[in-house]
C-alpha cells in the first residue's frame, strides 16, 4: 500500500529534496500540497500530477479531514510555524511528519506530542540522518561497545551564510529561526552528541558571540556548548552561519570514531580505528520517508518520534540559558 503524503510549506527542502524523494518512495507518494503560495500551484500540479481536489491553502488546511488520498502532512515551514501547523494537521485527523528542529520551545513540543495522543496518529520528525550508513554505524558502535567506551565528543555543524535574503531571511529573524544556527544546523550537532553518548547530559555551559553585527541584529552568529554526562564525560558542540564546521569526532578506548563532512544529504566519508567505513552513499529523504510510513503502516514505533525533537529542542533551550547566564544550566529529568 502508498500512502499520500502533503506537503506543507513549498520552499527550498520541499522543492529540491522531498518533492524529488517522494518520486522515488516504495510505500509513498506525494499526493497533496498545502501553499499559501497560489503562484507555486501549477508547476507542483505538472510535475506531480496531483489533482484539483487535493490543494490546499492554509486557510483551508481543515477541509483536508474529508481527503482520503491524504494520509500523512509533511510540515516544511520554518521552525516557529512547526507547532501551529502540526497542531492543525494532527486534529484533521492526519499523520504528522515535522521537519527539524521541531519547535521553538519544549511546551510547544509537549503541545504537539500530546495533539498526537489524543488524535490517535503518529508525530515523527524529519530527522534523516537515522537512515544514513555511516550514521548508522556510530551509532550501533557506541550502542554495542565495539571499539569499547567512549571518551569524548566533539560535533560541529556550521556554514557560512552570505546571502541573507529568501530562505534564509526567516532563519536569521529570531521570532521564525529563534536562535539562527543553533537551531537550524545545532540540531544535528546535538543529535550527533547525543547519539553518540548514548545517555543523557546532566549540564551545559555555553556561549554565543556576534561578529557580523549588522546582519545578525537578532539572533547570535555563533554558537558553541559543552554537554556533560555523569562520571564527568564530556561532549563539545558548535554552530555557526559564520564559520564552517561538519564533523562529529567520538574519542573511544580503542581509537576515534569519525564522519567528516557528516551532516549533508550525502558526501559523507567516515573512519573507526578499523579503517575507512565502506559505505555507498544512500538517498537518505528516500529511505527515511520510507521508514517513517512503515512506522505509520505497522503500528511499530518511530525511531524518530515527536518525544525524541522535543528532547533536542530541551537541551537546545538548555544551551541557550547557559549562554544567557554565563553559568551551567542544570538538566531536569528527560522523558525520552
Ligand atoms: P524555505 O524558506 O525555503 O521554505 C519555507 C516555506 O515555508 C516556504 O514555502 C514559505 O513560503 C513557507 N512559509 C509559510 N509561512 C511562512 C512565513 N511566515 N515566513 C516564511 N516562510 C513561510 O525554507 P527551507 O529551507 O525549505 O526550510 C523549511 C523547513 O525545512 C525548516 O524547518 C528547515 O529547518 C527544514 N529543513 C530541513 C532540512 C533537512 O536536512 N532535514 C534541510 C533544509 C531545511
Not at 552561519?241 to 581509537?255: A, M
Request: glycine share 10%; with cysteine.
Amino acid at each position: 500500500k502508498q500512502l499520500g503524503i502533503a506537503l506543507l510549506g513549498l520552499g527550498d527542502y520541499a522543492t529540491k529534496q522531498l518533492g524529488p524523494a517522494l518520486k522515488k518512495t516504495s510505500n509513498a507518494k506525494l499526493a497533496g500540497i498545502i501553499t499559501g503560495s497560489p503562484d507555486k500551484i501549477p508547476t507542483w500540479q505538472k510535475e506531480y500530477e496531483i489533482p484539483d481536489g487535493n490543494i490546499y491553502d492554509y486557510k483551508s488546511l481543515e477541509k483536508i479531514a474529508d481527503n482520503k488520498e491524504i494520509d500523512v502532512i509533511y510540515v516544511v515551514t520554518p521552525t516557529a510555524l512547526h507547532p501551529e501547523f502540526t497542531i492543525r494537521a494532527l486534529k484533521a485527523g492526519k499523520h504528522v511528519i515535522c521537519e527539524k528542529p521541531m519547535a521553538p520551545t519544549a511546551e510547544e513540543c509537549t503541545r504537539m506530542i500530546k495533539a498526537a495522543e489524543e488524535a490517535k496518529k503518529t508525530l515523527q520528525i524529519g530527522y534523516r540522518l537515522h537512515w544514513d550508513p555511516f550514521h548508522l554505524k556510530l551509532m550501533q558502535a557506541i550502542k554495542t561497545k565495539e571499539f569499547g567506551d567512549w571518551k569524548s565528543i566533539d560535533a560541529s555543524d556550521a556554514g557560512r551564510m552570505t546571502d541573507f535574503t529568501r530562505h534564509n531571511a526567516w532563519r536569521v529573524n529570531k521570532q521564525l529561526g529563534i536562535a539562527g544556527a543553533l537551531y537550524d544546523l545545532g540540531v544535528y550537532a546535538v543529535q550527533a552528541c547525543l547519539y553518540s553518548a548514548q545517555e543523557h547530559p546532566v549540564r551545559v555551559t555555553a556561549k554565543s558571540w556576534t561578529d557580523r553585527k549588522e546582519e545578525f541584529s537578532e539572533v547570535p552568529e555563533h554558537w558553541e556548548w559543552e554537554l556533560e554526562f555523569s562520571g564527568g564525560r564530556k561532549a563539545k558542540g558548535f554552530a555557526s552561519y559564520g564559520k564552517n564546521g561538519n564533523h562529529i569526532r567520538v574519542e573511544t578506548e580503542k581509537g576515534l570514531i569519525q564522519i567528516d563532512p557528516a551532516y549533508g544529504y550525502s558526501g559523507q566519508k567516515g573512519s573507526t580505528p578499523e579503517g575507512e567505513m565502506p559505505f555507498e552513499h544512500v538517498h537518505q529523504q528516500k529511505l527515511q520517508i520510507e521508514g517513517q510510513v512503515k512506522a505509520i503502516l505497522s503500528g511499530e514505533p518511530s525511531k524518530v518520534p515527536g518525544e525524541m525533537g522535543r528532547r533536542d529542542i530541551q537541551v537546545i533551550r538548555g544551551i541557550m540559558e547557559a549562554a544567557e547566564s554565563g553559568k551551567p544550566f542544570e538538566f531536569g529529568k528527560f522523558e525520552y
